[in-house]
């Protein structure tokens, strides 16, 4: 068995998998994870089978020793970490590849696994993330505050504004402050994506392109996708296998 780990910025999701396509899945806040003892004991309490390889994803690198020191300690081994320098199926057309965070990178990886050569993939965390995948080739993308910073944000910037709870509205004119903001965090950016994605498809010819929706948030916005998206909240798990597939085996 295989023990994944996707660590964002919030939280970090943890998979057990053998095959690559089925996962059994944890969640832990990111900030939880503090010594390689105790995640040993989170996951002794979850996972009671032998682990033959970690390999981990991680966009928050002053963490990544734990799970170093985890790997030799508990199963005598190396972690494998996400790179897209070490994986050479995908061209990362972009000044810096070493640069682009491990969860874009598994993201693109699985999307032209799993949906072909072309693809525009949406990662909602704690940052947004869009990833445009053209012949095979990453031509980069664009990181946008994720909702709950832009709610954090108002609410530390302003003496007034609350921190209200996310819930997307259906109208694009709030009545009241909460309402206001809402459509000001949600609506306005679903927009925006909206108003980028039509760019990326007339500026990289991929008009036929899937649009995948991903990441934690995503869940907030189901109801409101559009019928031509795909909602695929594992991509980054397969993307995750697929690379310690194509480089550590
Ligand atoms: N199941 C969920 N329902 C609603 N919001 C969620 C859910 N899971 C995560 N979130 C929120 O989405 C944001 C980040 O989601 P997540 O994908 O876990 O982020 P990251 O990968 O950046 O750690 C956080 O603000 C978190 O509170
Ligand atoms: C943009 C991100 C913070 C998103 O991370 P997340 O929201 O999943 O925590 C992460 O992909 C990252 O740190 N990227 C490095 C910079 C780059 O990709 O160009
Ligand atoms: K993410």
Excluded at 34 to 61: A, G, R
């Amino acid at each position: 068995m295989l023990l994944l780990f996707d660590v964002g910025n919030t939280h970090t999701t943890i998979a057990l998998t053998k095959d690559g396509k089925s996962f059994d899945i944890k969640r832990v806040s990111t900030h939880s994870i503090q010594t390689e003892d105790e995640l040993y004991v989170f996951l002794k309490m979850f996972y009671k089978n032998d682990f033959k390889d970690i390999v981990v994803s991680s966009v928050v690198p002053n963490i990544n020793y734990i799970f170093e020191f985890f790997a030799e300690k508990y199963l005598n081994k190396k972690a494998i970490f996400v790179s897209a320098k070490e994986y050479n199926e995908i061209a990362w057309n972009v000044n810096t590849p070493e640069e682009i965070g491990a969860d874009r990178v598994v993201d693109v990886i699985a999307a032209s696994r799993d949906y072909g050569k072309d693809a525009i993939v949406v990662d909602f965390g704690t940052a947004i993330t869009i990833e445009v995948l053209k012949d095979n080739r990453y031509e980069g993308g664009v990181i946008i505050p994720g909702f709950n910073m832009m709610v954090n944000a108002l609410f530390k910037g302003t003496a007034k504004l609350p921190k209200v709870e996310l819930k997307p509205s259906n109208t694009f004119v709030g009545k009241d402050t909460e309402s206001n903001i809402r459509i000001g965090v949600i609506n306005t950016i679903l927009g925006g994506i909206d108003y980028t994605i039509e760019r990326i498809k007339s500026d990289y010819d991929l008009k036929s392109a899937p649009i995948i929706y991903t990441g934690g948030q995503s869940k907030l916005i189901r109801e409101y996708l559009k019928k031509d998206i795909v909602y695929d909240l594992e991509l980054g798990l397969r993307g995750i296998y697929y690379f310690y597939e194509n480089t550590a085996c």
